[in-house]
């Protein structure tokens, strides 16, 4: 396995990224989605009749949810991280700082982390 090029040098310390900072990622990445769901339905307002719902709230869960984990796709596969994570300089790694193999990545999107991945940050 390859090492993560940013953890060479020696002014860079990996360190678990503790609970507080792991939920401000979640929030600016749900604000995204949120936007991006806004955005999404004002310009293509065809798309929100694909599916019928019973009610107003399943209608609006189903669709952040799907965009939730169609955005964590996109920016983990992509990025290794996803944008909440970038702005509080936070990424997903093992402990001995290999990079995450697809079943691990996979597992990332739907926020299931595996004993040896956590979030992780440098400082």
Do not use: W
């Amino acid at each position: 396995m390859t090492e993560f090029k940013e953890f060479e040098n020696d002014n860079y310390e990996l360190k678990k990224t503790e609970v507080l900072r792991k939920n401000g990622a979640g929030i600016i990445d749900a604000i995204l989605v949120l936007v991006i769901q806004t955005t999404l339905f004002h310009y293509f307002p065809k798309l929100s009749n694909l599916i019928e719902f019973p009610n107003q709230l399943s209608f609006m869960f189903f669709y952040v949810f799907v965009i939730f984990i169609m955005y964590r796709f996109l920016t983990i596969f992509a990025f290794g991280k996803t944008i909440g994570m970038a702005i509080l300089n936070m990424q997903f790694a093992k402990r001995n700082e290999t990079k995450l193999s697809f079943k691990e990545k996979t597992l990332s999107v739907v926020m299931i982390y595996t004993n040896t991945v956590d979030c992780y940050h440098l400082e």
